[in-house]
T-cell receptor, first 112, second 114 residues
Framework: KQEVTQIPAALSVPEGENLVLNCSFT??????LQWFRQDPGKGLTSLLL?????REQTSGRLNASLDKSSGRSTLYIAASQPGDSATYLC???????????FGAGTRLTVKP | DAGVTQSPTHLIKTRGQHVTLRCSPI?????VSWYQQVLGQGPQFIFQ???????GRGNFPDRFSARQFPNYSSELNVNALLLGDSALYLC?????????????FGAGSRLTVL
């Protein structure tokens, strides 16, 4: 059974700092891995999607990497801003359906 | 273009009651999935429907059921509500049913069971 773990559970940083969020999964037979952002009480906003054949994806100040063989992904946020404060979730996807397995998330606070 | 829309946004029920949640996918999307997110946890997969057929089911009791209509909208029904059913229920749509298709999530329906 696929288990997804995110460390740390919470993180507080000063504005402008670069930071890394970690995601690990137990079964490397994934189709893709996706990082989401969730603001309090809201739905999920997709940030980056990495296919199993890819090593990384970049969007603006965000960079996500994937090491399928070791079961790890990282989300790098450069020059953090207070508006980046949210919970960040990673999820892995099987090939044939939408049974995505999510981690519990990392709650990020960026202080002005 | 409208994204994934869910209704109602908030609702309060008492134990033992029944609830119906609704989801309209993005135009052209034929797959709808339902997730339950309990406070402090990541979402958990409940159901996927594609072309009106059930494509996947998570580890939820039979009190949970769903269906997809010819216009691809979907309903999630929960019977005999328990306190533990209190959660944010998220709907996601995609073009197809397989892993290559990116999911777009709605804002969710927040259910409180008293």
């Amino acid at each position: 059974k696929q288990e997804v773990t995110q460390i740390p559970a919470a993180l507080s940083v000063p504005e402008g700092e670069n930071l890394v969020l970690n995601c690990s999964f137990t079964d490397s037979a994934i189709y893709n891995l996706q990082w989401f952002r969730q603001d309090p009480g809201k739905g999920l906003t997709s940030l980056l999607l990495i296919q199993s054949s890819q090593r990384e994806q970049t969007s603006g100040r965000l960079n996500a990497s994937l090491d399928k063989s070791s079961g790890r992904s990282t989300l790098y946020i450069a020059a953090s801003q207070p508006g980046d404060s949210a919970t960040y979730l990673c999820a892995v996807r099987p090939r044939y359906n939408n049974d995505m397995r999510f981690g519990a998330g990392t709650r990020l606070t960026v202080k002005p | 273009d409208a994204g994934v829309t869910q209704s109602p946004t908030h609702l309060i029920k008492t134990r033992g009651q029944h609830v119906t949640l609704r989801c309209s996918p993005i135009s052209g999307h034929k797959s709808v999935s339902w997730y339950q997110q309990v406070l402090g946890q990541g979402p958990q997969f409940i159901f996927q429907y594609y072309e009106k057929e059930e494509r996947g089911r998570g580890n939820f009791p039979d009190r949970f059921s769903a269906r997809q209509f010819p216009n691809y909208s979907s309903e999630l029904n929960v019977n005999a509500l328990l306190l533990g059913d209190s959660a944010l229920y998220l709907c996601a749509s995609s073009l197809g049913g397989a892993g290559a298709n990116v999911l777009t999530f709605g804002a969710g329906s927040r259910l409180t069971v008293l």
